[in-house]
């Protein structure tokens, strides 16, 4: 696991209204958000996340790391970013040479907790509300990370080596037979309740990875920002 980190990603200027969202147990049908169940089959914990922060337009401009799911195991509709978007398309794969990772990106149109915890099981996601390659905005994706000796599923791991990366290194993102080439910027380690990722359009082409750090707590999460180099 790399050591390096950088400064906190900027925080977003405008905001407006806010909502809670909780992580609760699965039998909790009111939630609004992802909660992931642990690999070793223990029952999923209710915990309180901090708010994320709603644009103007009806979607989430911000996004707190705490309204993302735990993303590793511990023993609406979005808004528009371009003016068109038929020139923009969803993420399919996500190719990292640097740490021999090569996995299909899925997209599911739900913020749904049941929801989202099965499709986490298949690999990484991209954040509803985040952008589409080829548009302004930041491309967020999230998925698992184990450090567990033994796992039945490997999407669990499927984050592990994110941390190894370093600022130079490159990331694709394949999808509509294009590829999109990005260039790593900063590692940060934060905690949960602090972490925000900003998905507005005026930092202009971006991807960030999200994980956690199992190996220091549930609280800890990896943030990993890249910037949009070219269409290769």
Avoid: W
Avoid at 1 to 25: D, E, G, R, W, Y
Avoid at 66 to 78: V, Y
Avoid at 151 to 178: C, Q, W
């Amino acid at each position: 696991m790399a050591s390096n980190q950088a400064q906190k990603p900027p925080k977003p200027v405008f905001v407006a209204t806010t909502i809670v969202i909780f992580f609760l147990s699965l039998s909790a049908a009111e939630s609004v958000g992802f909660v992931p169940c642990y690999v070793d089959g223990t029952e999923c914990t209710a915990e309180a996340v901090s708010p994320a922060v709603f644009a103007r337009g009806g979607g989430p401009e911000t996004v707190a790391l705490s309204s993302l799911p735990e993303l590793g195991p511990a023993p609406a509709n979005s808004f528009q970013l371009t003016a068109d978007s038929s020139q923009s398309v969803l993420p399919e794969q996500i190719v990292i040479p640097e740490i021999d990772l090569d996995l299909p990106v899925q997209n599911p149109e739900t913020r749904d907790i049941a929801t989202l915890d099965e499709y986490l099981k298949d690999g990484p996601v991209r954040y509803v509300d985040s952008a589409r390659l080829g548009e302004k905005g930041n491309v967020l994706i999230f998925a698992h990370t184990s450090h567990l000796p033994i796992v039945k599923n490997r999407m669990y791991k499927a984050f592990n080596r994110v941390p190894e990366l370093k600022a130079g290194d490159s990331i694709t993102l394949e999808g509509d037979g294009h590829t999109y080439l990005y260039t790593v910027t900063s590692l940060t380690k934060v905690d949960v309740a602090e972490g925000i990722v900003d998905l507005s359009p005026t930092l202009g082409k971006k991807l960030t990875l999200v994980t956690c750090d199992t190996l220091t707590g549930k609280s800890a999460r990896f943030i990993l920002e890249a910037d949009f180099v070219a269409v290769i």
